[in-house]
Every structure is written in C-alpha cells, then in structure tokens.
C-alpha cells in the first residue's frame, strides 16, 4: 500500500468517528414548561414539579432540561408561548395555571404530549374524553378548586354565621362561570345574599373592595384562579384594611397574613405532575396515564388575623383545622 492511500484510509477512519459517536449519543430530552403567572411567584410550586421529575429519575441540568415560558398574568401571550414550544419540538409540556394555558396547548398540537394542572372539571372543560381514558395526547391533575367553593361558602358561614351578605370576588372568565349558579343557590340555603364582584387587574381588585362601603357584606370569598393566587399579597392587604372576614383557595393566602384558607395544596399537585412528566419521558403514553385526582386538601387558619378582625374562631372549625398559624 503506497503512502498516500494509506493517509487517505486513517483520515477517513477519524472523520468517521465523531459522526458514529454523535449518531449513537442521545440528545437530553427538553420539557417545555408554560406557566400563566410569574415565576417568583410560582417558585414553591416548581421545587414540587422538581421533585417530581427526580422521582421518576430527571435532574434538570443533568438528563433533562426545561423551557420556562411565562406569560406573567398576561393571557394574550399564551398562544404565542406554546407556539414556540412546539416549534422547538419539546419533548412534553407542561401547561399550568389559567385554563388558557391548557387549551392553548390543546390546540397547537395534537402529537406532542401535554401534561396539566387544573382546578376546573377536565372532562367538562373539554381537556379529556374521560378521567380513565383520557385519550388524545393530554392528562393531568385535577385538585378540585372549583368545585370547593361551595365548601368554601359553607366554611365562610360557620365562621360568620350572622352575616346575610357575602360577597364574591371573581374573575371573568375563570374557573366559577362554570358554578355560579350552583354557588348561588347554596348561598340561598344558609339564609345568604350573594354579590359578585369582577376584577381582572390589579386596579380591578381595589375598585371591587371599594364597593365594600355600598354593600356591606358580613364576609368575603375569593374565587380560585391563578391571577388572583398571584396578588395575594394585594388582597390580604385589602381584607385588613377593610376589615372584612376572608376565605381563600390555598394556605399561602393565611400564610400571608390572610384569615382561611380551604383548598388543595399546589406544591403536591405539581409534584404529581413532574410525575407524570417523567413518566412520559419514560415511555408512557398520555392516553395511559389516568387523571390523577390531588387529594391533599388542607383547612387553615390564621389566628393572629382572627385576634385583629375581633373574630373568636369556633371550637368546630379549629379542631377541623388541618394547620393553625398563630
């Protein structure tokens, strides 16, 4: 063999390693994540959706990566953020926070798998054919914020019991259009007048809790929805400065200086869900993998805001209490 076919052959044998060694390397699988909120004020949720995945084997960094998009409280930004997800060729999505979130996702792929979280009905929403059998590419975690609101009235009612006016907070759009009439009638039941009030912004909300001084309600109930979940801050403030008795969807509302709270434990339902992410990067397909139903319900209330609204927290609901802040 003379020289120059024998160069010739190890040059082709090296050029031809990095190619076998790339082909035969899998790449990291890419979870496209879309939330409806604001990161920082989602952060104990995503640790649960952490935790998840490393229970089923992921480490983000080491053999799985993420695409957060947020759409910081802005809905009309959805679409636009799945769009690029799929663009991208994620691997699975994640769809969390407002309805919109999920059927954006539904929408703009029916081949890429979609894991949600939702509080609403997924089967009345549309999101599957059946809790069993989902079907499509879609399934999730349901934790039944909506249809604790009537839980919620009757809590609100033992803690109140005199007060014939209570307000609602809400909205438009959001998860209680689908119960409205249901939670009105239960209203009727307790000898109680229902206000709804609409706030879709952060002004929205200071002008709903200035109607307080027109209607005078004996109470308030906070409708269950991401946006609202988000300025909790803003609402607990309100709640203090107009010294009106409140009940919320989750304990970061109490723990925010907040009175009650009545609801699942988001932290747990995002857990379940980097669950069933890593399940599917496993092999599993969406249509496999049953509706999980979240089934950490948690009643908490704050007795330092009690002590401040002049309110004596019955015996009943104290000893029901799943955590009592002091």
Not at 179 to 207: K, M, Y
Not at 291 to 304: A, D, F, R
Request: aromatic share 8%; net charge positive.
């Amino acid at each position: 063999m003379d020289r120059r076919a024998f160069i010739g052959r190890v040059a082709g044998g090296v050029l031809a390693v990095p190619l076998t060694t790339r082909a035969q390397t899998p790449s990291m699988p890419v979870i496209g994540f879309l939330g409806s909120a604001s990161p920082a004020q989602f952060a104990p949720y995503v640790a649960g959706f952490r935790r998840g995945l490393n229970e089923t084997g992921y480490v983000e960094g080491k053999n799985v990566a993420i695409e957060f998009r947020w759409a910081e409280g802005h809905y009309d930004r959805i679409p636009a953020l799945v769009a690029d997800l799929v663009h991208r060729q994620v691997a699975v999505i994640f769809a969390t926070g407002a309805g919109r979130a999920v059927q954006a996702a539904k929408a703009a792929t029916a081949t890429i798998p979609i894991v949600f979280t939702t509080g609403r009905d997924p089967v009345e929403t549309g999101y599957v054919a059946s809790l069993s059998h989902p079907g499509g590419n879609l399934t999730g975690i349901n934790f039944f914020t909506s249809e604790l609101m009537e839980k919620r009235l009757e809590l609100l009612h033992a803690l109140v019991p005199k007060a014939t006016v209570i307000a609602c907070i809400v909205n438009p759009g959001g998860a209680i259009q689908f119960r409205a009439r249901e939670l009105e009638e239960r209203a009727r039941t307790f000898g109680l007048q229902l206000q709804l009030l609409s706030a879709a912004n952060g002004q929205e909300i200071d002008a709903a809790f200035a109607t307080f001084v027109q209607l005078r309600p004996g109470a308030l109930l906070v409708d269950s929805d991401i946006f609202f979940n988000a300025r909790r801050e803003q609402f607990v403030a309100l709640a203090a400065r107009y010294k009106v008795p409140a009940i919320y969807d989750l304990r970061e509302y109490v723990a925010a200086g907040g009175l009650m709270s009545y609801g699942a434990s988001l932290s747990e339902a995002w857990r379940l869900a980097g669950i069933y992410v890593g399940k599917i990067l496993n092999g599993v397909k969406p249509a496999d993998l049953p509706v999980m139903q979240s089934t950490k319900i948690e009643l908490v209330i704050n007795l330092k805001t009690a002590k401040a609204l002049g309110i004596a927290i019955p015996q009943l609901l104290l000893v029901r209490a799943d955590e009592v802040i002091q």
